[in-house]
Nanobody, 125 residues
């Protein structure tokens, strides 16, 4: 049973940093990609960043490029999202997702991910 557990959300002032973590509980599944999505009230779910285990490729949404950084600790089966220079428009529920096969050209598509966490709220004021 695969579980993703996020942590690190909270409230922060504009311009400040916040770091999210997502831990994968299952050891018998080979994940090729872990990503972060966010959804603000009244808006569609948006792919924020993704990291691939093979080759270490990372991808970012244009809206967060140069401000957010995704990284992972394979030994801890944990992926991180370092968010800097936060803006009020970054306010959303941030959710971690993972799958054994996420096709890079469409990493932002929620349908590519089988496993999802419950999310952690980020509020920027």
């Amino acid at each position: 049973h695969v579980q993703l557990v996020e942590s690190g959300g909270g409230s922060v002032q504009a311009g400040g940093p916040l770091k999210l973590s997502c831990s994968l509980s299952e050891y018998d599944v080979t994940i090729n990609c872990m990503g972060w999505f966010r959804q603000a009230p009244g808006k569609e779910r948006e792919g924020v960043a993704a990291t691939y285990t093979g080759g270490g490729r990372t991808y970012y949404a244009d809206s967060v490029k140069d401000r957010f950084s995704i990284s992972r600790d394979n030994a801890k089966r944990t992926v991180y999202l370092q968010m800097n220079s936060l803006k009020p428009e970054d306010t959303a529920m941030y959710t971690c997702a993972a799958d054994e096969l996420v096709r890079p050209p469409i990493w932002t598509a929620p349908t590519e991910y089988r496993y999802w966490g419950h999310g952690t709220q980020v509020t920027v004021s």
